[in-house]
């Protein structure tokens, strides 16, 4: 089990554009959540998908948005790229739980540069 | 707002010296916490959480709801502990985790 695979690894984009990371979550997971993580900061929770649906979203603008696909794998995309979402992003997957106890998996995160 | 502080950006200790690596945390309800543990190269991964009540790596720590901390203990740390620690926090009816800033520790030979 590969656990949670992210990619690309690295990302150089410039302020305007548009860009697209992805995710594999863990075998047996169903459930995929992303952090972005700023340098010298924690993580921080942008939004969870469950059953192809955002379940919850942090505070972050619209700019930010996702997709989850039948086979559980997701997408972060985010618009209008400004030099502020230079950053590390996690995905991080779990398996749905009744209640917020749920172990995360983290993936190895995508570098993303804004120039 | 809920928050989680971890006061010390970096934590320098000497192998067999005891370790504590403090986490504060703002949520006036029933908190889960955890301790996320990086080492180099390697993904977060959790080291341990509250309600197991358990012993990971010779790691323990103990929700304080007084004093509302959940601060990490080990009584002599070893050069393999070197690590980013994170303390997380997460509630009934939410789906997310409020991580801290990290403390960085140095175990020193």
């Known amino acids: 089990d590969a656990g949670v695979t992210q990619s690309p690894t690295h990302l150089i984009k410039t302020r305007g554009q548009q860009v697209t990371l992805r995710c594999s979550p863990k075998?047996?997971?169903?459930?995929v959540s992303w952090y972005q993580q700023a340098l010298g900061q924690g993580p921080q929770f942008i939004f969870q998908?469950?059953?192809?649906?955002?379940?919850q979203r942090g505070n972050f603008p619209d700019r930010f948005s996702g997709h989850q696909f039948p086979n559980y794998s997701s997408e972060l995309n985010v618009n209008a790229l400004l030099l502020g979402d230079s950053a590390l992003y996690l995905c991080?997957?779990?398996?749905?739980?009744?209640?917020?106890?749920?172990?995360?998996?983290f993936g190895s995160g995508t570098q993303l540069s804004v120039l | 707002a809920q928050r989680v502080t971890q006061p010390e950006k970096l934590l320098s200790v000497f192998k067999g010296a005891p370790v504590e690596l403090k986490c504060n945390y703002s949520?006036?309800?029933?908190?889960?916490l955890f301790w996320y543990v990086q080492y180099s190269r390697q993904r977060l991964q959790l080291l341990l959480r509250?309600?197991s009540r358990e012993s990971i790596k010779g790691f323990t720590a103990d929700l304080n709801k007084g004093e509302t901390s959940f601060h990490l203990k080990k009584p002599f740390a070893q050069e393999e502990d070197s690590a980013m620690y994170y303390c997380?926090?997460?509630?009934?009816?939410?789906?997310?985790?409020?991580f801290g800033t990290g403390t960085r520790l140095k175990v020193l030979a």
């Open positions: 075998s047996g997971h169903d459930t």
């Open positions: 998908y469950y059953e192809e649906e955002e379940r």
């Open positions: 991080a997957s779990s398996q749905a739980g009744t209640t917020t106890n749920e172990k995360l998996f």
């Open positions: 997380a926090l997460t509630f009934s009816g939410t789906y997310k985790y409020i």
């Open positions: 509250h309600i």
């Open positions: 949520y006036s309800g029933s908190p889960e």
